[in-house]
């Protein structure tokens, strides 16, 4: 059941950087949101398969979407909405996956 928020951000983010790059040229934003996309996509097919580092590489995933978003949060003063929901977005999908880690480790 892990994996659906992996194939879910993974289709969300190749998406948005689509749009991000077909509305402002934007190249960092296509590479980003694809890159990140088949990362996402990637982890979810490990966990997909029980496969070793899926949940981890998802939670990594989810880090580096918290931190990209971040400086475009303080930087728009959190004004813009698009920093403010890869933010959320990667809040909770951190928590989601760091929660998931552990219980894969420690049972708990």
């Given at each position: 059941?892990?994996?659906?928020?992996?194939?879910t951000l993974a289709g969300l983010l190749?998406?948005?950087?689509?749009?991000?790059?077909?509305?402002g040229r934007s190249v960092p934003s296509?590479?980003?949101?694809?890159?990140?996309?088949?990362?996402?996509?990637?982890?979810?097919?490990?966990?997909?398969?029980?496969?070793?580092?899926?949940?981890?590489?998802?939670?990594?995933?989810?880090?580096?979407?918290?931190?990209?978003?971040?400086?475009?949060?303080?930087?728009?003063?959190?004004?813009?909405?698009?920093?403010?929901?890869?933010?959320?977005?990667?809040?909770?999908?951190?928590?989601?996956?760091?929660?998931?880690?552990?219980?894969?480790?420690?049972?708990?």
């Amino acid at each position: 059941m892990a994996e659906h928020p992996s194939f879910t951000l993974a289709g969300l983010l190749a998406v948005g950087g689509t749009i991000g790059y077909v509305k402002g040229r934007s190249v960092p934003s296509l590479v980003a949101g694809v890159g990140l996309g088949a990362s996402y996509a990637y982890a979810g097919y490990l966990i997909k398969q029980n496969r070793d580092y899926g949940t981890e590489l998802a939670l990594g995933n989810s880090a580096v979407l918290l931190a990209s978003a971040v400086p475009r949060i303080i930087k728009t003063r959190a004004r813009a909405p698009v920093p403010l929901v890869l933010g959320t977005v990667g809040v909770l999908s951190t928590y989601y996956y760091q929660k998931k880690v552990r219980e894969f480790r420690y049972g708990v």
